[in-house]
């Protein structure tokens, strides 16, 4: 990934709750481009392999999301999830996550993830396609900084976790203020 590069231009179909419509399943689509999602803002972006993964499940989102106020204090307007998961499976694993901060943004087909250069084959592990783990902060919709996890590449025997955790962006982050502020 790219430090300066302007994020893809995409649109994410996401299903959103919608109180009109009756029945078990109250959502209607909603398409979201990348300006929506990220002109004006300046966010967290990360991205895992998949939604109800190990790693993903037990510590990267919930910990995005458990560390949410202390990222809007060093300056960040959001946070978003991106996984190479349809709507449905995205927003079931936020209902079961019982997130209420992170925002989670479907990547069904991985045309998000692929114009960002971290598309990889999974397939030894049966995913198909899926991304590469990173995070990156955005601001007004260009990249300003990325954590990347170390050894890219199709089918990866490890699940490298560490560079993309939400702990090391955050103190990336809070160093960099402290040097500005001094």
Same mark, same amino acid.
């Given at each position: 990934? +790219? %430090?300066?590069?302007?994020?893809? $231009?995409? +649109?994410?179909?996401?299903?959103?709750?919608?109180?009109?419509?009756?029945?078990?399943?109250?959502?209607?689509?909603?398409?979201?481009?990348?300006?929506?999602?990220?002109?004006?803002?300046?966010?967290?972006? $990360?991205?895992?392999?998949?939604?109800? +993964?190990?790693?993903?499940?037990?510590?990267?989102?919930?910990?995005?999301?458990?560390?949410?106020?202390? $990222?809007?204090?060093?300056? @960040?307007?959001? @946070?978003?999830?991106?996984?190479?998961?349809?709507?449905?499976?995205?927003?079931?694993? =936020?209902?079961?996550?019982?997130?209420?901060?992170?925002?989670? @943004?479907?990547?069904?087909? =991985?045309?998000?993830?692929?114009?960002?250069?971290?598309? %990889?084959?999974?397939?030894?592990?049966?995913? =198909?396609?899926?991304?590469?783990?990173?995070?990156?902060? @955005?601001?007004?919709?260009? #990249?300003?900084?990325?954590?990347?996890?170390?050894? $890219?590449?199709?089918?990866?025997?490890?699940?490298?976790?560490?560079?993309?955790?939400?702990?090391? #962006?955050?103190?990336?982050?809070?160093?960099?203020?402290?040097? +500005?502020?001094?």
């Amino acid at each position: 990934m +790219t %430090v300066k590069k302007k994020v893809p $231009f995409v +649109t994410f179909r996401t299903r959103v709750r919608d109180e009109s419509i009756e029945g078990p399943n109250p959502y209607r689509w909603e398409d979201k481009t990348s300006d929506d999602c990220f002109s004006g803002k300046r966010i967290i972006l $990360f991205s895992l392999p998949g939604a109800f +993964t190990p790693t993903c499940s037990t510590l990267q989102l919930p910990d995005f999301e458990m560390l949410y106020d202390e $990222f809007e204090k060093v300056g @960040i307007d959001a @946070i978003y999830c991106v996984s190479v998961n349809d709507a449905f499976v995205m927003n079931a694993w =936020g209902k079961a996550l019982g997130l209420q901060k992170v925002q989670l @943004i479907p990547d069904g087909s =991985g045309e998000f993830t692929r114009k960002m250069g971290m598309l %990889v084959a999974k397939d030894n592990l049966g995913f =198909g396609m899926r991304s590469w783990r990173y995070a990156a902060v @955005i601001n007004n919709g260009v #990249v300003e900084q990325c954590f990347e996890e170390n050894g $890219f590449c199709d089918n990866c025997e490890a699940d490298p976790y560490g560079v993309s955790s939400p702990q090391n #962006v955050l103190e990336t982050l809070r160093a960099a203020k402290a040097v +500005t502020a001094a």
